[in-house]
Every structure is written in structure tokens, then in C-alpha cells.
């Protein structure tokens, strides 16, 4: 996975908006954690569909349920 545009676009997303100002602690530790997940995604060098399911899910519930407050 280390070659998609996609899930690198992402992780530079999510990287710009933890360095931004303006994030609680809480919500900094989300992006965190995201970004951990979608790294250790990215070293997988051929994820079966059920773990990128997991990843999508994981990343989802974390960002949503921390910036929907």
C-alpha cells in the first residue's frame, strides 16, 4: 500500500489538521491515533479487504465521534 495516492493524501490531511491550532486534547489525541492506523495500514503490503475495512471503520468512529460534539 505504500504506493497509493489516496491513503497518502489522507494521512497529509490528517497531518495538516493536527498541526493547525485550535484542536482539544481529545481531538489532537484522535488525529493521533488516526494517523497510527492508517501508517501501520500503510506498511501492510497486501491488506486483504476485511483489514481495510477494519481501518476505514476504526478511523471513522474515532474521527467522527470526537468532531461531531
Known sequence: MK???D??????LLS??????????????ALESALVELKSFRRNANPSK???YRV??????VLLSNFTR
Open 3 to 5: 504506493r497509493s495516492k
Open 7 to 12: 491513503l497518502q493524501f489522507c494521512i497529509e
Open 16 to 29: 495538516s489538521m493536527l498541526n493547525g491550532s485550535g484542536l482539544g486534547p481529545e481531538q489532537r489525541s
Open 50 to 52: 476485511q483489514e481495510a
Open 56 to 61: 476505514v471503520r476504526k478511523v471513522s468512529e
